[in-house]
T-cell receptor
C-alpha cells in the first residue's frame, strides 16, 4: 500500500543548510508536498513538486525528486531559528480530480545557535 | 490571505456523546477534506468531499462519522457516538480545482478533540 517514511529528528546550527529526506512507495504519485507544522498550529503548505520535475527552487527552499529511487528531499538554506518546526512530506495520487494526501510521520527540525 | 478556519480549537466530550467539528473552507474552493492526527502518530486521511457528496473515505471513516456542507460556507464532521480512541487533532482542508494548481490542499489550524 501507500507509505511515506521520514527520519524523525534533525538538528542543525543556525546559518547552516538543513536537508530533510523522505521516501515514498506509490509510483503513481502525481504531486509530492512539504508541509510545516509549528507548535500548536496547523499544517502550512511550504512547497510541492510535480512528478515530472526533478527540482524546484523557491527562495531558501529547494526540493529534489528522484523518481527512480522514490526519494524526495527538502533543503533549507541559511536555516534560521524560525525554521524550527515539524516538516511533513506527503504524496498524493489523483483520480478524476479527487485526491488524498498520505503523510509521513514528520521530521522535527531543531535549529540551535 | 484567505485561510481555512476551524471551530472550536479544543473540544472535550464524554464517551458516547455526539460531537460536531466545524470548518469554513477557503471561499472559492470546491474540494474539502478531513484528516486526523492522533498524538504522536501520522496525519491520516479520513474523507474527501466534492459536489455535496463523499468522493473517497478511509477505513477509519465508519458509520459513526458523517460529513455535511449545510450551507455555502461551512463543512462539518460529525462523530455520532465518540470513543476514547477518537481523541485526536482533526484537520480540515480545502483545495481549488484549477488547471495546474488544483492539488494544493490548504489546512486549517485543527480542532483538538479529547474524549473522556
Amino acid at each position: 500500500g501507500e507509505d511515506v517514511e521520514q527520519s524523525l529528528f534533525l538538528s542543525v546550527r543556525e546559518g547552516d543548510s538543513s536537508v530533510i529526506n523522505c521516501t515514498y512507495t506509490d509510483s503513481s504519485s502525481t504531486y509530492l508536498y512539504w508541509y510545516k507544522q509549528e507548535p500548536g498550529a496547523g499544517l502550512q503548505l511550504l512547497t510541492y513538486i510535480f512528478s515530472n520535475m526533478d527540482m524546484k527552487q523557491d527562495q531558501r527552499l529547494t526540493v529534489l525528486l528522484n523518481k527512480k529511487d522514490k526519494h524526495l528531499s527538502l533543503r533549507i538554506a541559511d536555516t534560521q531559528t524560525g525554521d524550527s518546526a515539524i516538516y511533513f512530506c506527503a504524496e498524493s495520487t489523483s483520480s478524476g480530480g479527487y485526491n488524498k494526501l498520505i503523510f509521513g510521520a514528520g521530521t522535527r527540525l531543531a535549529v540551535h545557535p | 490571505e484567505p485561510e481555512v478556519t476551524q471551530t472550536p480549537s479544543h473540544q472535550v466530550t464524554q464517551m458516547g456523546q455526539e460531537v460536531i467539528l466545524r470548518c469554513v473552507p477557503i471561499s472559492n474552493h470546491l474540494y474539502f477534506y478531513w484528516y486526523r492526527q492522533i498524538l504522536g502518530q501520522k496525519v491520516e486521511f479520513l474523507v474527501s468531499f466534492y459536489n455535496n457528496e463523499i468522493s473517497e473515505k478511509s477505513e477509519i471513516f465508519d458509520d459513526q462519522f458523517s460529513v455535511e456542507r449545510p450551507d455555502g460556507s461551512n463543512f462539518t464532521l460529525k462523530i455520532r457516538s465518540t470513543k476514547l480512541e477518537d481523541s485526536a487533532m482533526y484537520f480540515c482542508a480545502s483545495s481549488q480545482w484549477a488547471e495546474r494548481e488544483s492539488y494544493e490542499q490548504y489546512f486549517g489550524p485543527g480542532t483538538r478533540l479529547t474524549v473522556t
